[in-house]
């Protein structure tokens, strides 16, 4: 017999979208991050210039170049919020999903487990430049992920991060 789990999340109703990347979108100019314990902030691109930043070289399979980023990591924001990072990444927190939405309202979603560098080899960065340049079209603020073979999970025009609970859903019977 087959068993099928699936998982429900908190947030609101999600609905199918669509990538309209071609179109006229709105530039992210501020960012705001929530998290679990409804703390949030509102990060300015002045804010986030003045914080430590890495940078990051990628092949982006989209425009079939390499690029080099910079950026704070997203771990580093998210403790600002009081999301517990490090060593205090453990049990239910495994079930912790970070959602990244542009103003086009792209939306996707890492597992906290992926943003954080104690777990995660990968990079997860919020750039505000590429190539030493603003990000131009793409706003003030942009999610990369290093260890994605495609940008399909990067958000241009970044303008809010939120941290969720993911349960499984009661699979006894």
């Known amino acids: 017999m087959l068993a099928i789990s699936t998982l429900t999340i908190h947030v609101p109703a999600v609905r199918a979208q669509e990538m309209k ?33 890495k940078a990051v070289s990628v092949y982006n399979e989209h425009t079939k170049a390499n690029e080099k980023y910079a950026g704070v990591p997203l771990i580093d924001l998210l403790a600002k919020v009081g999301v517990p990072v490090g060593e205090k990444v453990r049990g239910k927190l495994f079930m912790t999903g970070v959602i990244a939405e542009g103003t086009d309202k792209y939306s996707v979603l890492f597992a906290l487990a ?33 260890e994605e073979k495609r940008p399909a999970r990067w958000v241009r025009n970044l303008s809010g991060i939120s941290v969720v609970e993911v349960e499984p859903a009661n699979t006894s019977k």
Not at 34 to 50: C, F, M, Q, V, W
Not at 116 to 131: E, F, N, Q, R
Request: hydrophobic residues 35%; negative net charge.
């Open 114 to 146: 992926e943003v954080d560098s104690s777990i995660h080899t990968g990079d997860i960065l919020v750039a505000d430049s590429m190539d030493g340049q603003n990000l131009g079209k793409d706003g003030m603020f942009k999610i990369i992920s290093t």
């Open 21 to 53: 990347h071609a179109g006229p979108t709105v530039q992210s100019n501020q960012l705001t991050i929530r998290g679990l314990n409804g703390k949030s902030i509102t990060i300015s691109p002045e804010d986030l210039a003045a914080m430590a930043h």
